[in-house]
């Protein structure tokens, strides 16, 4: 079992649109629900929203483009400095669409959290919701995971169930989990920095 210890608390968020979950988590820290310190938002897209919601926030926001970069590698070790420069302990990728590769994870061992829109390991990757309304199920909801270099597929933080009306679309019942994704994801990063847990296997284990 590897047990964390308490992290320090700077985070870095990285995203690449809406920025829904970087606001809920901006909002958990105004609240003094998180404690805790956003060092720097990145976004591999200039277009992102949440790019100019971390501005307006007074936040440190930049974009890192991968287009100058020969591999995905050279890109992660990029994103890896300017995360490392900004001391960051613990990154939270919230709607980042890109997977993370060796580099991020050697830099951030058992250090970078995701947010999913699905009750893992149901309906990993794009288009979730579509994918759970399609399949029928009953249940969905939302998971936050440790990132492996699997995708969507490390261990879980926390998961919150969401019921499927008959009469849900896409949109109305990815609005009901986002619900519960802006709630879940400040929870995660809490009990995460406060390293009361350890991993056993791939169990996510809290010590209480
Ligand atoms: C969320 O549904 C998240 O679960 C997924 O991407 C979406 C990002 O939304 N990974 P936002 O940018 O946080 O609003």
Redesign the pocket.
Request: charged fraction near 10%; hydrophobic fraction near 50%.
């Given at each position: 079992m590897s047990r964390p210890g308490p992290l320090a608390r700077r985070l870095g968020v990285l995203?690449?649109?809406?920025?829904?979950?970087?606001?809920a988590i901006v909002d958990a820290i105004a609240r003094k629900r998180l404690d805790a310190t956003i060092a720097i938002v990145l976004s591999n897209r200039p277009d992102a929203r949440?790019l100019q919601l971390a501005r307006d926030a007074g936040l440190e926001a930049r974009c890192l483009s991968p287009r100058g970069y020969t591999d995905r590698d050279a890109y992660d070790r990029a994103l890896a400095d300017v995360l490392g420069s900004c001391r960051v302990d613990l990154v939270c990728?919230?709607?980042?669409?890109r997977l993370v590769g060796q580099p991020m994870l050697d830099a951030f061992p058992d250090r970078i959290l995701?947010?999913?829109?699905s009750l893992l390991p149901a309906f990993p990757g794009l288009d979730?919701q579509k994918q759970a309304l399609e399949h029928g199920v009953r249940i969905t909801g939302?998971t936050v995971h440790l990132v492996t270099s699997a995708l969507d597929a490390g261990p879980i933080v926390l998961q919150a169930a969401v019921p499927v009306r008959d009469d849900d679309t896409v949109e109305t019942l990815?609005a009901r989990?986002?619900v519960e994704?802006h709630r879940l994801y400040p929870e995660a990063i809490r009990i995460v920095l406060d390293g009361r847990w350890s991993l056993d296997g791939r169990r996510f284990v809290r010590h209480f």
């Open positions: 995203i690449s649109g809406r920025g829904s979950n970087l606001e949440g990728l919230a709607g980042f669409m995701n947010i999913h829109p979730a939302a990815a989990v986002l994704e």
